[in-house]
């Protein structure tokens, strides 16, 4: 079974300062996906950033990148500059190749202060 | 920008009643999903659709659930006889196609309470 897991169930950040959020998986797949979404206290889930399991290069979107570290089955997202509208709720996800079930970690809750 | 829409936002039911959430996909997309995510828990994928019918669905997707796309717009969740466990934040969502990559666009959930 595919497992999502962040340890973190809450961070805080200095504005301007940089955070990382962890995430774990656990998976015997050799070819999935992987995302991080972002939920604002208005509760629409945004899509932040997504790695492709076969490619080594991390991604990166502007003020966000993640660490994607395939032997150890972690992807932490880190993110630079904190602006206050960072604050939300951030989900780790996870989708096998051909397969519609995303899984998800149970989210870590990032505080920005001013 | 084109978003997918969740009506109502909140929705109070008594035990045993049926319930239906409805959403509006994002119109040129063919995949659709719901997911629900109890008070303080994970989001939990509860079925996809695509071609008028359930391409998959996990197991918490029990028969208690139905999922259907009456006019080309809208897509249900119906909750046949709700529980208290039932009681969560439902997010419909939509994706243009399949395949891993592919991004999946989120509605604002609607909370279901059910007393």
């Known amino acids: 079974a595919q497992t999502v897991t962040q340890s973190q169930p809450e961070m805080s950040v200095q504005e301007a300062e940089t955070v990382t959020l962890s995430c774990t998986y656990d998976?015997?797949?050799?070819?999935?996906?992987l995302f991080w979404y972002k939920q604002p206290p208005s509760r629409q889930m945004i899509l932040v950033i997504r790695q492709e399991a076969y490619k080594q290069q991390n991604a990166t979107e502007n003020r966000f990148s993640v660490n994607f570290q395939k032997a150890a089955k972690s992807f932490s997202l880190k993110i630079s500059d904190s602006q206050l509208g960072d604050a939300a709720m951030y989900f780790c996800?996870?989708?096998?190749?051909?397969?519609?079930?995303?899984?998800f970690g149970a989210g870590t809750r990032l505080t920005v202060k001013p | 920008e084109p978003e997918v829409t969740q009506t109502p936002s909140h929705q109070v039911t008594q035990m045993g009643q049926e319930v239906i959430l409805r959403c509006v996909p994002i119109s040129n997309h063919l995949y659709f999903y719901w997911y629900r995510q109890i008070l303080g828990q994970k989001v939990e994928f509860l079925v996809s659709f695509y071609n008028n019918e359930i391409s998959e669905k996990s197991e918490i997707f029990d028969d208690q659930f139905s999922v259907e796309r009456p006019d080309g717009s809208n897509f249900t969740l119906k909750i046949r006889s709700t529980k208290l466990e039932d009681s969560a934040m439902y997010f419909c969502?939509?994706?243009?196609?399949?395949?891993?990559?592919?991004?999946?666009?989120f509605g604002q959930g609607t909370r279901l309470t059910v007393v």
């Open positions: 996800a996870y989708r096998r190749n051909n397969n519609n079930d995303m899984r």
């Open positions: 969502a939509s994706s243009e196609a399949t395949g891993s990559f592919t991004e999946a666009f």
């Open positions: 998976t015997s797949e050799s070819d999935y996906y």
